[in-house]
Nanobody, 112 residues
Framework: QVHLVESGGGSVQSGGSLRLFCAAS????????MAWFRQVPGKEREWVAN??ESAEAVQGRFTGSLGDAKNTLALQMNSLKPEDTAMYFC???????????WGQGTQVTVSS
């Protein structure tokens, strides 16, 4: 069974930066497709980025990148805005099958 562990969330002022990191543990012999999502209470979870592209709302500010180790994914977040405040989730799954594994989430709070 595969588990995802996120780290790197926290509180920052508007314009600041944070870096999130996600690592898969367990039976991870197969390479997984991974991505970052975020969710605000009362709203649907939204896709943020993978290692190739990012959502329009964060383009030019957020960059996803694969880590050196297999099945790891980072999210560099620059020029953070209060509207980026959310719980950020790492997701993974067999490529082509969708995201079936989710982390517990890490909170990002941006104050104005």
């Amino acid at each position: 069974q595969v588990h995802l562990v996120e780290s790197g969330g926290g509180s920052v002022q508007s314009g600041g930066s944070l870096r999130l990191f996600c690592a898969a543990s367990g039976h991870t012999a197969r390479r997984l497709c991974m991505a970052w999502f975020r969710q605000v209470p009362g709203k649907e979870r939204e896709w943020v980025a993978n290692e190739d592209e990012s959502a329009e709302a964060v383009q030019g500010r957020f960059t996803g990148s694969l880590g050196d180790a297999k099945n790891t994914l980072a999210l560099q977040m620059n020029s953070l805005k209060p509207e980026d405040t959310a719980m950020y989730f790492c997701a993974a799954g067999r490529c082509g099958d969708g995201y079936t594994i989710w982390g517990q989430g890490t909170q990002v709070t941006v104050s104005s």
